[in-house]
């Protein structure tokens, strides 16, 4: 079903859910500022159901926003949010219910089989046009600009982590709009990145991460974002224990960096938000598809981005065998 | 501001030898807060521990320093110390400067220098350091006892004669373990049933313990002191209480299976006792190989049974026991057939293990006493002993040296050549470990009085022929190969942990060694002890244990038990796990990872508003926390904080050696 079928089915759901109290509120996507652009919406009113969009430009992974929501959040009754989810929003709720922010019953999710998202920035510098609409058909993306239609291949144009995405449809639904035929993965993570970085000597990786790190402004962006960092307080603003220096020196820069990516580690969904939204471009998922790879490969997870019950960085086993300390000893 | 006192350790030359130590009190004197800084020969010794006493009175110290050893080490000998002077035994840390400094280097400014940056860190520690209670619990006055050879025996009766219940558990129907099965013990050759035996009466007669046969412990909860055990008791099938132990079903039932206490190589009868002297004295059927059971008909032990005490209904019994401390004794296995394919072990009939052997040495054994070997019963005129079967043989898996072996294969050699005069005994060894009171003198007496052949080297193939089972090696003092046509082969196989062990562990939670023996809470200090408060070990669950070792030790672990149980409540260690609860986001990623399952979710109540909301949040069991703090670790937002250990102190340690003073360059 496209896209475009699919967001006339959402809009007819969300209506009858907000019309008949099923949920107190539905966070999807509405009209940005530009054509090409989707933002993330809140509704409480069955009226405004109109102004939800499903179209390619959906690529934010929207999950977080309900833990603003939640009703330990807001001290409200035990009624449901609605959210629209791609797989990438699965993993996120996912996420936020292992983490025990959030409850099964404090959402309702209209999830859809996603078959990728556009990346607005690659298309921009692709086609240097002003682009006012896409459609999505089988490995192709069409366009339409102000010169007319552009046909690009997905390769070329979807979002770094749709390439990626090998679990396009969410799971536990209350309600799946269209069909779900075709649900095979859309991408798949290669890691080609990190074998790239791992090429290199130390210190040019060490080089490598200082010029990023050097950028940062420290705005908690990537934070903020992130559905695995949602603790209630962030140790990293802790009054009383000070993990992190406010000044911008290297130093308290690689601390800020490290400790985020170890405190993902083996949490990251690998929705890519943190990098999506970082104003000094700093390869972040580089770090994060690094850990991922290594809890792959050192404890045999196939799908490290994938919430489980028991983590493998997350759980006492005398049986572990800590191979990777004996080879160590071995070379 | 606290005021504190810095304690520099010289150890002798331990630590003086490699730091200058003056040049470490001095620098500890300028660091700010710290009002007292002096050096000693030796501050453990009681001089030096009245130096910190007075130092305590005098300068009102609030916080200590010790800069000399390990804390494993003297931690405690100085927390003792302040408390004396009346100081929190908590406000004392240790800085490490000998095994982690002087120990280690071999410049002496540089050492020196790494020295006072110790001293800087824990300083900046105990400048954080908050003063602790210990909790107070009551405790339950009851002990258990897994397993019931010689030293699960042992020591349940130590604990029963201090005048505590025990409850004994054995998985077999009959106590005596292992040692019921050896024939005569080294090194001065008595036999093992003359003192065994009576101790195996002497528990059952005990009125303080109580024994469960046929169970195993399969769930335990609780903490030191209040233990909640699940026993779990396989079916004999025949009522206990009624039965009058006269075996005349033993006698009339007509299904025969080859004895497991005999290592496969005599019979016995699907109902009945493992060995006449079986305590209790009381049968129970093998239900796979019991007619009844397994195809309806039989059931003659039912019909003649004088007081009606055969139940084929009998089902698996499962109950709980309150203890306040549990003893683990359960013993040892020998590596198994699959282990030794060149040694045609399990191939041949001829080749048997040293457990079998002693069947065969046994006069309660299969051939009462007579070596015959098992192929033909004919009597063997040479037999080769093979020590080191799966010990010492990292290819194996066996890097260990299953120490007893050299001593019983000994004792075999001697045993044989009283028995069969005209025969030659021929002992394969690498090297000869004889290190006990009399072992060197036996092996001796083995070797000049009763012929024993040593030969150094290894076996590389063992076949048959010719009815003789050939054995190669080579002799490595001689320098040329070995082929022996021998009678009878005996492996000296490598003792290995109980079939079970791993799991029981688990149960326990108490950490095993790669090699599935259970690890001591320190090797040389604490030896019966593990890390789990309150569980203790006794004889070869710990390691390769002789008979005099595993009755020390099993005395030793006894010993602890009724230590604790002097006490009519027990001080818990304050040095624990603290959930600050605002901080917590109650993602409860600390429950899987603690080790001792100490950590519940607990519903907190807020007020959001105007209004009442309930979230999740993590809670320490007190009884249950030994202060890991992988908890800590785990704990992203630093809402969980090991005390004495907090992030706040750890991350000011780290900065007080950022500085670095002494750094090379």
Known sequence: MSLKNMENQLIAEVKELLESGKVRGFVGFGRGYGMAESVPVFITDALDAEKLVLDPFCGMTIAKYVLERTPQAVGQTRRPLGILAKGCDGLALARLMRDRRLQPDDVYVVGFNCRGMVDAKKVRARLGLKVSGARLEGDQVHFETAEGPVTLSKDECLLDKCLACENPLPEDCQVLLGDDQDTGPVGHRDYAGVANLEALSPDERYRFWTRQFERCLRCFACRNVCSACNCITCSLEDREVEWLGKDTQLSEQFMFHFTRAYHVAGRCVGCGECERVCPVEIPLMLLNEKLMRDIRDLFGVCDPHVPRETEPLGEFNPEDPEGWREEDERA | ?665
């Not at chain 2, 900046?124 to 107070?136: A, G, M, N, S």
């Not at chain 2, 305590?279 to 007081?307: M, S």
């Not at chain 2, 203890?323 to 048997?352: K, N, R």
């Not at chain 2, 750890?650 to 500085?659: D, K, M, Q």
Request: net charge negative.
């Open chain 2, 1 to 665: 501001m606290r005021r504190i006192g810095v304690f520099v350790c010289s150890c002798g030359l331990n630590i003086a030898g490699r730091v200058d130590v003056q040049k470490v009190t001095d620098a500890a004197a300028g660091i700010p807060g710290v009002v007292h800084s002096e050096n000693y020969k030796y501050m453990c010794s009681e001089p030096g521990q009245n130096l910190i006493a007075d130092a305590i009175r005098q300068k009102r110290l609030d916080g200590l320093v010790v800069a000399a050893c390990s804390p494993a080490m003297h931690e405690l000998t100085f927390r003792s110390a302040a408390k004396l002077a009346g100081l929190n035994p908590y406000m004392v840390q240790m800085a490490n400067i000998r095994e982690h400094c002087s120990w280690v280097h071999r410049d002496e400014e540089q050492a020196t220098a790494k020295a006072t940056d110790i001293v800087r860190a824990a300083v900046e520690k105990v400048r954080r350091d908050q003063p602790l209670e210990p909790t107070r619990i009551p405790l339950t006055k009851k002990a258990l006892v897994i397993g019931g050879g010689i030293a699960g025996m042992q020591s349940a009766l130590d604990i029963a004669d201090a005048g505590y219940d025990v409850v004994l558990v054995e998985k077999d129907a009959t106590i005596g373990g292992r040692m019921a099965q050896l024939s005569e013990t080294f090194p001065t050759l008595d036999c093992a049933s003359c003192i065994l035996t009576p101790k195996m009466a002497e528990v059952a007669r005990h009125p303080r313990i109580q024994l469960a046969m046929c169970s195993r412990v399969t769930q335990v909860a609780g903490y030191v002191g209040n233990f909640t055990v699940q026993i779990t008791q396989a079916p004999t099938y025949v009522d206990w209480e009624k039965c009058i132990g006269c075996m005349d079903c033993q006698e009339r039932c007509p299904s025969r299976l080859p004895s497991e206490f005999d290592r496969g190589l005599g019979k016995r009868k699907a109902i009945g006792v493992d060995f006449p002297q079986a305590v209790p004295n009381r049968p129970v059927i093998k239900a796979d190989h019991c007619l009844y059971l397994q195809k309806g008909r039989c059931g003659i032990c039912e019909k003649i049974c004088p007081v009606e005490a055969v139940d084929f209904q009998q089902q698996e019994k499962v109950w709980e026991e309150e203890v306040g401390a549990i003893i683990v004794a359960t013993g040892f296995d020998v590596l198994g057939a699959e282990a030794f394919a060149e040694y045609g072990y399990g191939q041949y009939p001829d080749v048997i293990d040293s457990l079998a052997y002693e069947r065969l040495n046994s006069s309660s054994g299969p051939t009462e006493g007579v070596i015959r070997r098992p192929s033909d019963g004919e009597i063997p005129k040479e037999v080769v002993f093979i020590q080191c079967a799966g010990s010492r043989d990292p290819d194996k898996g066996k890097a260990y040296c299953s120490k007893i072996c050299c001593m019983y294969t000994a004792k075999h050699a001697t045993l044989y050549r009283h028995k069969v005069p005209d025969g030659q005994a021929y002992i394969f060894y690498m090297d000869i470990r004889a290190g006990g009171k009399g072992y060197e003198e036996f092996v001796q007496r083995a070797v000049e009085q009763d012929g024993a052949l040593y030969l150094r080297g290894r076996v590389s193939r063992v076949y048959e022929e010719d009815g003789k089972i050939v054995v190669k090696g080579v002799d490595t003092l001689a320098g040329e190969n070995i082929e022996i046509a021998a009678d009878l082969v005996v492996l000296a196989s490598a003792v290995t942990p109980r079939t079970g062990a791993r799991e029981l562990a688990q149960v326990l939670k108490v950490p095993a060694d790669q090699d599935g023996f259970y690890n001591e809470a320190h090797p040389k200090l604490r030896p019966v002890e593990t890390v789990t408060a309150g569980v203790y070990l006794a004889g070869a669950v710990a390691g390769p244990r002789d008979i005099p070792e595993a009755v020390a030790n099993a005395s030793g672990a006894a010993a602890k038990v009724a230590v604790l149980f002097s006490n009519d409540e027990l001080e818990n260690e304050p040095l624990i796990a603290a959930v600050d609860e605002s901080k917590c986001s109650g993602c409860l990623w600390c429950v899987p990872v603690c080790p001792f399952d100490a950590i519940e979710e607990k519903e907190l109540i807020e007020r959001v508003g105007s209004k009442e909301v309930t979230r999740p949040v993590a809670t320490v069991n007190a009884g249950l926390c030994q202060g890991c703090g992988a908890c800590s670790v785990a704990c992203r937002d630093g809402a969980m904080n090991l005390k004495g250990f907090t992030n706040e102190q750890i991350l000011a340690e780290v900065e007080a050696l950022c500085l670095m003073t002494g750094s090379p360059e």
